[in-house]
């Protein structure tokens, strides 16, 4: 092999490393779920809308599993975000509506079936207030929680029909799970999860989707 020829071959072999490395790190470091980012309306509160799916549908969530998800309604557009990462101001009132496609999942442990953390410590099904919800023998039936540790934040999700499985759904039946909470005057990540596992075909329930941001976990940025 020619000098010329080996010089080749090492220019390309270096741009072709170099160009997998870049790769691996856009690509599985920096690519996680985009952050929507919801800043207070006229009336000095967020509205934040949210969707719970039995699966994803290979088009929303390409390159990565079609696991029961979360969804999260871009505020400008009213597109759905494969995201659980988003982001409020400091000390506001959030308003979050959950519309529940999944179907029923009851909570393992009653403490995850009770409201806490919300303004007036209610949360409504479908406009009824509900405080303490029995997920195993109703009236109402749950499938995932909303839970912000940080702030003893819980709130039990009323299952849907599950009409839609694959999301995010649009136009079909579904629940609303609706409550209201007050940002922490200090600014800072607040993580948030589900709490019924429902990690299907994972060890208890708990691994896949209950771990992955983007799925049944997230992130809750208050922006000072
Ligand atoms: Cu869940």
Same mark, same amino acid.
């Given at each position: 092999m020619s000098l010329a020829a080996r010089v080749a071959t090492l220019i390309v072999a270096v741009f072709a490393v170099a160009g997998g490395a870049i790769f691996a790190?856009?690509?599985?470091?920096? =690519?996680?779920?985009?952050t929507v980012d919801f800043a207070a309306g +006229?009336?000095?509160?967020?509205? !934040?809308v949210m969707q719970t799916d039995a699966s994803s549908s290979p088009a929303a969530v390409p390159d990565h599993p079609?696991?029961?998800?979360?969804?999260?309604?871009?505020p400008a557009t009213?597109?759905?975000?494969?995201?659980?990462?988003?982001?409020?101001?400091?000390?506001?009132?959030?308003?979050v509506t959950i519309f529940g496609y999944d179907g029923s999942t009851p909570v393992r442990n009653q403490y995850w079936g009770q409201v806490t953390g919300t303004v007036g410590g209610v949360a409504h099904y479908g406009g009824k207030p509900v405080q303490t919800v029995?997920?195993?023998? =109703?009236?109402y039936l749950v499938q995932h929680t909303?839970?912000? +540790?940080?702030?003893?934040?819980? !709130?039990?999700?009323?299952?849907g029909p599950a009409t839609c499985t694959a999301g995010p759904c649009t136009g079909n039946a579904h629940s609303t799970t609706t409550f209201s909470f007050e940002t922490p005057a200090q600014p800072g990540a607040y993580r948030w999860?589900?709490?019924?596992?429902?990690g299907l075909?994972?060890?208890?329930?708990?691994?896949?989707?209950?771990?992955?941001?983007?799925?049944?976990?997230?992130?809750?940025q208050v922006a000072s």
């Open positions: 790190v856009a690509h599985y470091l920096l =690519g996680g779920p985009p +006229p009336s000095g509160q967020v509205s !934040v079609t696991w029961v998800s979360y969804f999260i309604r871009a009213g597109r759905w975000i494969h995201t659980t990462l988003f982001q409020v101001p400091a000390h506001t009132r959030v308003n029995n997920g195993w023998n =109703g009236p909303f839970a912000i +540790p940080g702030l003893n934040l819980n !709130v039990p999700v009323e299952a999860q589900c709490f019924v596992p429902c075909s994972y060890l208890d329930g708990n691994g896949g989707p209950m771990q992955t941001i983007g799925y049944m976990t997230g992130n809750m």
